[in-house]
């Protein structure tokens, strides 16, 4: 009965650890590219630099540093801002495909420019 109960809490612990990060994170970056345009360059800044922050705490260094860079990028050239931002949202998905169970083939990260 105590291997059950402990089983579940890790699962649950898990489940909740990454809700708090890479589900908001991806929720956040949904919102902030539907509404791009009615933000300012240092909006998009501040609020991908946060985003970059729960990719990195959630463990994924790789998305983590292209949205930074997108962070900084978005100040200078909107071009290069959706190029690396484009490329963070796809490996975010690369990342997330091997942690599912072998089953039918989720479907793939919608980009929003």
């Known amino acids: 009965m105590e291997i059950t109960r402990q089983t579940i809490r890790e699962q649950m612990l898990q489940k909740f650890k990454h ?3 890479c589900v908001l994170a991806r929720e956040l970056c ?3 590219r539907s509404n791009r345009v009615a933000l300012d360059p ?3 800044h501040e609020c991908c630099a946060f985003i970059a922050k729960l ?3 959630a463990g994924c260094t790789e998305p983590s540093e ?3 860079k997108a962070a900084e990028e978005v100040l200078t050239s ?3 801002y959706l190029d690396i931002c484009m490329q963070s949202c796809h490996k975010c998905g690369e990342s997330r495909r091997p942690s599912r169970k072998p089953g039918p083939i989720p479907e ?3 980009y929003v420019a």
């Open 55 to 57: 990719c990195r705490e």
């Open 108 to 110: 793939r990260t919608t």
């Open 78 to 80: 909107e071009k290069e």
């Open 19 to 21: 809700i708090r990060t």
């Open 42 to 44: 240092k909006d998009v």
């Open 30 to 32: 949904l919102l902030i």
């Open 66 to 68: 292209l949205c930074q």
